[in-house]
Structures are given as C-alpha cells and as structure tokens.
C-alpha cells in the first residue's frame, strides 16, 4: 500500500534489459474515474498528485460536483468503514464501461477472489454503483477523459524505460507458479505518490495482476519520467503481493502465534503506517525479502544491508531473518518445487525468531549509531526561495553517500540538485526552492553509514515553507 524506501543516490545499476518480456502498460478510465470522486471527498490519499498542472485542471473541471451524491458516499464509505486506498482502485477495476450503457460489474471475476475489494460489503458495491452512472453521465467524464489521450501516451511511453528492464518471468519462476498470470499495470497520476498492488482471480481460473501505479514525476522542461531507482523495487514489491499474501493466508495458523508477538512490539510504529495487524506485517516483510532477493539476484551491487537495515528500521524486524531463508530457498531448489512447498520452513523461522533478543542486539547497536543535526528545522517557515544548502551534521565519521525521500506529509520534494562531502562528518545537499511552497523530504538515517560499521539511527522528516 504504501511506497517502499529507496534512495535518491543510486543503489542499483541497470544491467540488462528485459524488453522482450515487456507488458501492457496503460491507464484506465475506471481507475480515473474511481479517483476523481475520492478526490473530490477530500481523501488526502487521493490529493497528492505530483503533476501541478494535471491536478489543477482536475479541480477546476470537477469542482461543480463536490458535492454530488456519489461524492458524499465516498465521505460516508471512508469514514465509517475506511474504504480508501487500494480498495477503491480494486473497485475500479471490476468494473465494465461500455459506450452508451450504463456502468455495470464485471461477472468474470471469480467471487472472494479479490480481498480489497472485498473490503466493500455487498450493499456498499450496489449502492455505491447508481450515483457512480449519474455523476458519469453528468461529468462528461468520458469526453475529459478522452481529451487527455495526448498527455497519458507521453507518461506511458516515459515508464516504458522501466517497464523493459522488469524481469517478469522471475516471479512465476521464483514462487514456482504455473505461468496462468495476467500481467498489466495501470497507471494513474492521481494516485500519486502512491501505487496499489491490485490483483483478482477470474471465474476461468486464471489470476489477474493489475497493480497501480502512481508515482511519476516532472522534470524541469516538463517531460514526465519515473525515478527508476525508485520505481522499478515498487514495481516487484506490488507483482510480489500477489504471490506472497495467498501463502501466508494459507500458512497462517502455523505461525499466528508468534507473528501476533512479534507484531505487537512494534506495532505502534506500524500502525502509524496503516499496518494494523500481525498478517498484514508478515504480508510487507514477505514482499520486501522478495524484492530485496530480486534486486541483489539481478543487480549484483545491491547492497543487501542497506535495504534490510530500511526495512528494519520501518519496524519490519523479520526481514532479515526472510531474507535468509528466500536464499535456502533458491540453494534447495530440487527439494522445493514451489515456495508453497516451501512455507513450513518460513514458519518455522518465524516461530523459531527471538524477539526478546532482537530488542536487546538493538538496544545495544543503538548506542554505537551515529546522531545527526539538519540545518532546516522541522516545521520551519519563511525559509529563502532559490538555491540552497541543507548541511546534515554527524556525530561520527561517515560513508559518503546520500539517503533521501520525500516526506509522508505529501508536500512536495524539493527539486535535487546535488550533494558533497567537505568532510566525514557533514554531508552537504543541494537543493532549488520556489517560493510560497511547502516541501518535505525525508533523511533515511538508517541507510548512512558509520565508519566503524554502524549507521545514523532513525529516520528524520523536515518539511518546511518557504516565503
């Protein structure tokens, strides 16, 4: 559901290219249909769009209906059962659009085979889909949508650079599938910066795998690009779902016990990022060893640490331990024809994982950590437009790299312009500032590391105006 951590130096090198296993890359009507309206209600989740001019025209055309009758179920939806997020793009896609008609379901998906959308009840899909055919018709939505065939053929043809270098194959191969998956992405500037892991399992028996994307940038002539850095590790982490969420569904008495253990020390810290139970953890920390086995199995210079050491510090204290045994995995191979197979030593390494012990090691690794002072305080206004320097101040002596997100607030990442070293304790970032705007970013302590092998602890989000 939410983005995966990376950085803004480069982590991965490119290798190779998959271009021949390339797949439909497209948006959809539907997807942009279900966010305007839950855009209109307010939702911050649907408020983010990166791209200023698209979001603008969005408002103004669509501001006559914010109070429309589908709009105000949404409100009701959201509030009352935290309808939001990935379940209203799910919805999205079991719908069936046809010229003329009314908007209808979508009868080839096979019933519970889609747990987001699942998070509607019966009467809420039903109720939800007779105001949703009057503010289509009355929008004009399918003549805006039409118009804006132009500006999504130059944003589909700008992720095509990550599209081809997306090794499909590897994920029925790595989970030992039998290959019957529909591959397709969506991608959706409304969502932005999120991206949502969709996927449905059809009436013919076949699965579809239709994740979300969102997260696609402007450069400062105005063409659209994707953050390959950034973007490919969100790609897998959202194919990844669809394999890992059934297996540990399936698995999930064998482990329950020590994972609902587990899961309550940290979960404070998860619930802040809308990872409320047990299952829904070991769901993230299944994926995120996924992805972090794809990326150092396909990009060798991957650093392993520094995405394990993220995620820990995220609150995903497994990941290490998964990632661990995804490579036993692969070693066996020819004793494990699947990781369905597979899952009774996942289970066990859960059960057998000692958190009481993993508290104390982190205690102790704590008090080695590096601390570190940002020049820009959190909160701070009236901060000087143009260029400026953001000075990071270490306590200890460090590797020279950078480790940067955007903020979780939304407000808009400063435009990058370069970073130096003038010595091992301060890192210096150089960024362009507009005025009257308000920006974040995030420092990913976790990723920066000591010289005695170490790093700065955890992670500090600034986000400031400027005048």
């Known amino acids: 559901m939410k983005k995966i951590t990376v950085t803004l130096c480069s982590i991965f090198i490119l290798l ?57 179920l949404a409100r009701q939806y959201r509030q009352e059962s935290g309808i939001s997020y990935d379940a209203v793009a799910s919805y999205a896609l079991h719908l069936k659009l046809a010229d003329g008609e009314d908007i209808t379901f979508d009868d080839s998906f096979l019933n519970g085979g889609d747990k987001s959308f699942d998070r509607w009840s019966e009467e809420q899909k039903k109720e939800f889909l007779i105001p949703l055919n009057d503010f289509y018709r009355l929008s004009d939505f399918h003549d805006w949508y039409l118009k804006q065939q132009d500006l999504y053929a130059e944003v589909e043809k700008a992720f095509g650079v990550i599209n081809k270098n997306v090794d499909y194959e590897w994920f029925d191969d790595f989970f030992g599938m039998d290959g019957n998956s529909d591959f397709r992405i969506v991608l959706s500037l409304l969502v932005g910066p999120h991206n949502y892991g969709c996927s449905a399992k059809l009436k013919d028996g076949s699965d579809m795998l239709s994740p979300v994307i969102g997260c696609c940038e402007t450069a400062d002539n105005g063409d659209f690009y994707y953050e390959q850095n950034v973007v490919l590790p969100v790609v897998i982490h959202e194919f990844c779902h669809h394999f890992c969420n059934p297996l540990n569904d399936e698995n999930w008495s064998s482990m329950q016990q020590s994972a609902e253990m587990i899961f309550q020390e940290k979960a404070d ?20 060893a996924s992805v972090i086995h794809y990326m150092t199995s396909h990009y060798p210079h991957t650093s392993e640490d520094a995405f394990v050491r993220d995620e820990e510090s995220n609150g995903f204290v497994l990941t290490r331990t998964l990632c661990d045994v995804l490579k036993q995995y692969e070693q066996q191979r020819g004793s494990y024809a699947s990781m369905s197979d597979f899952m009774p030593v996942i289970a066990k390494a859960v059960n057998d994982f000692d958190m009481k012990q993993y508290i104390k090691e982190e205690k102790k690794s704590a008090k080695l950590n590096a601390t570190y002072k940002v020049s820009i305080k959190n909160g701070a206004k009236n901060i000087p437009s143009g260029a400026c320097t953001v000075v990071i101040k270490f306590s200890k002596p460090m590797e020279w790299v950078i480790a940067m997100n955007p903020s979780s607030s939304g407000a808009e990442m400063p435009e990058f312009k370069g970073y130096n070293w003038p010595d091992d304790r301060t890192l210096e970032v150089k960024f362009f500032l507009k005025p009257s705007t308000q920006y974040g970013f995030t420092v990913l302590g976790s990723y920066y590391q000591t010289k005695d092998g170490h790093n700065a602890g955890k992670d500090k989000e600034i986000n400031f105006t400027t005048r």
């Open 269 to 288: 810290q998860l619930s802040k990022s809308a990872y409320n139970s047990a299952l829904t953890m070991m769901n993230e920390t299944f994926v995120r």
């Open 16 to 72: 190779s290219s998959f271009a021949q296993n390339a797949i439909p890359v497209h948006f959809d009507e539907r997807v942009d249909l279900m966010a305007v309206v839950w855009r209109l209600s307010g939702a911050n989740e649907y408020n983010m769009c990166k791209i200023p001019r698209y979001a603008q025209e969005v408002d103004e055309v669509f501001a006559k209906f914010k109070d429309h009758p589908v709009v105000e």
